[in-house]
């Protein structure tokens, strides 16, 4: 078994987020029962709250609908869960299991992934705004001094002091 496993079990919804079902993910882990699973859910779910995340961020209870024989169908409840919400649930799996110490490497990898991700995304973005500010801050200084303005150190003082309650650039 490898850590694909946890790849071929994601899935992608309509805002292209990934999510793992609670259902799919027990069967990975090897639970011989949904109920057993769910104690170790619940556990994830103590865990999430105690690190002050908010739980229906990362658990989410759906109907899913499932085929119950002649071509009928009935609603089960399953919990989609987040990439954090999987961690958590890991970390509270049987660790002599060997697909629980590959799903522990699989998911801390990913998410220090993401992490790196996420960081670029938003080390990007102020680089953008810098630049966008200081090409605003230019077209100011220009047009302060095509007013007149004699000392710009002080008019831009004086924008501050209005944008913040009165604090000057300091």
Known sequence: MNNNVFEEIKRINEYQSEYWSSRDL????????????????????????NSGQVIHNHFSHMDEM????????????TVYLSRYACYLIIQNSDPSKEV???????????????????QLIEDNKRLHLRSEIKTHNTSLAEAAENAGVSNYGKFQNYGYRGLYGGAGRK
């Open 66 to 77: 499932v085929e119950i024989g002649s071509g009928a169908k009935r609603a089960i409840d």
């Open 100 to 118: 629980v110490a590959l799903g522990q490497t699989y998911f801390a990898i990913q998410t220090r992934r993401q992490e790196k991700s996420d």
């Open 26 to 49: 027990a069967k990975v882990l090897g639970y011989s029962s949904y109920d057993k699973f769910l104690n170790v859910i619940n556990k994830a779910k103590e865990a999430c709250e």
